[in-house]
Nanobody
Framework: QVQLVQSGGGLVQAGGSLRLSCAPS????????MGWFRQAPGKEREFVAA????????PYADSVKGRFTISRENAKRTVYLQMNSLKPEDTAVYYC??????????????????WGQGTQVTVSS
């Protein structure tokens, strides 16, 4: 069993930036893929971005392309989500999710085995 530790998030004005990070509690955890999802009140959890262990695959949701960047530092077992040009519609609880398949990442929550605790991102207009 592994826990994912998230940090970052908070309140920002529209047009601002935030960075989220996520790492397994066991820093020697074997290679993994990672995804970010978000869930706004009354809405289903939706895919935001993902990254394979090598970083060779980084799919994004159309709604965040060009504004969000996913990256990772494998030595630290840490994955980041840099969010720029934030909009009020980005307001949601953001979750990181770990896939035991290091070089394939899916777009559906069911593709991931472990989840972070979630962190609130609020963008004011």
């Amino acid at each position: 069993q592994v826990q994912l530790v998230q940090s970052g998030g908070g309140l920002v004005q529209a047009g601002g930036s935030l960075r989220l990070s996520c790492a397994p509690s066991r820093r020697t955890f074997s290679p993994f893929g990672m995804g970010w999802f978000r869930q706004a009140p009354g809405k289903e959890r939706e895919f935001v971005a993902a990254i394979t262990w090598s970083g060779g695959e980084t799919p994004y949701a159309d709604s965040v392309k060009g504004r969000f960047t996913i990256s990772r530092e494998n030595a630290k077992r840490t994955v980041y989500l840099q969010m720029n040009s934030l909009k009020p519609e980005d307001t949601a609880v953001y979750y990181c999710a770990l896939s035991l398949m290091a070089e394939w990442v899916g777009l559906n929550p069911g593709n991931y085995q472990y989840w972070g605790q979630g962190t609130q991102v609020t963008v004011s207009s």
